[in-house]
């Protein structure tokens, strides 16, 4: 198959841009080729550049577009990931800080495959005892909302899952499901996954208590993280609390917060 013209590099990052809001920048140049290739293969399209053509000129079967931006969009996530977080969530549960009489309500604002979510999940139900609690995951790309619902994972990424954890929320699959485990159900029905962007108009979401908003913001610059910072912050209570990923600083962006510690904020 022939190679991908500068031209159409930039046409189909421009659009994913447009999109999704994030810049694919030249370093991403390999990734966004083979995925295209794949993509144009099975739409029977054999020229890179005719294909992109198609695409941004929006004449692509609308799930072709989909599975295009699934494919852009980087996911990577672990169970407990970052766990100063977790360890802060905590301490304000234990403080009572972060709880009242209706319960808790959390927000993973960047679900990926739902590993943070259940990750939250996890340590409220076995923080809160009878307080009632629910958490909320959106994402952009809806293969990993899909996955996410599923909550079933190999058994390789549970490791950082503490051990009493996998024991009481994780039931080990066997047979055909060797090697994975599967999210107890009593815990996914707590959990609710949808397909959201955080750029634009956020579907109808509740008030939340904490909103964990990590490793996303990375992949914007200026306005589109601004954009998104104050998008989120509507949904949050006025006590409430904002995790951001440690690599993402929000100081200098003007935004209404204060910093109570690293990575951690609430409204001014
Ligand atoms: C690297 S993952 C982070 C997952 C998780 N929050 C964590 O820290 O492990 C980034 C996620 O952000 C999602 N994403 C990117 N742009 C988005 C947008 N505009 N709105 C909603 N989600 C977005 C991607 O689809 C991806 O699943």
């Known amino acids: 198959m022939a190679g991908l013209s500068d031209p159409s590099f930039l046409a189909v990052t ?3 841009y447009k999109v999704s809001g994030i810049r ?3 370093s991403k140049r390999a990734l966004v080729v083979s995925r295209l290739q794949r993509l144009a293969l099975d739409s029977g399209i054999a020229d890179l550049d005719r294909f992109v053509d198609v695409l941004v000129r929006g004449q692509l079967p609308k799930h072709v577009e989909v599975m295009l931006i699934d494919k852009l969009t980087t996911n990577e996530t672990y169970f407990f990931r970052e766990p100063a977080h977790f360890d802060d969530l905590t301490r304000r549960i234990s403080q009572a800080q972060a709880v009242n009489r209706e319960g808790m309500v959390v927000w993973s604002a960047a ?7 259940y990750s939250i999940a996890m340590l409220l139900a076995d923080q809160l005892g009878n307080i009632p609690w629910r958490v909320y995951g959106t994402d952009l790309s809806t293969s990993v909302v899909e996955t996410a619902r599923q909550g079933l994972y190999s058994m390789e990424r549970a490791r950082n899952v ?3 954890y996998l024991k009481k929320f ?3 699959g066997e047979g055909a499901y060797e090697g994975q485990l599967l999210i107890e159900r009593s815990l996914r029905q707590r959990v609710e996954f949808q397909c959201a962007n955080l750029l ?3 579907p109808k979401l509740p008030m939340f208590d904490v909103i964990f908003l990590r490793n996303v913001l990375i992949y914007f610059e200026g306005d589109a993280k601004v954009q998104i910072i104050r998008n989120v912050l509507t949904q949050l209570k006025p006590e409430g609390v904002l995790y951001t990923g440690h690599a993402e600083s929000l100081s200098g962006l003007g935004l209404p917060l204060r910093a109570a510690a690293p990575a951690i904020y609430q409204h001014a």
């Open 24 to 26: 694919l920048t030249e």
């Open 14 to 16: 421009e659009h994913f």
């Open 162 to 164: 503490p051990a009493p």
């Open 111 to 117: 679900s990926s495959s739902g590993e943070e979510a």
């Open 170 to 172: 994780c039931l080990r």
């Open 200 to 202: 634009h108009t956020l």
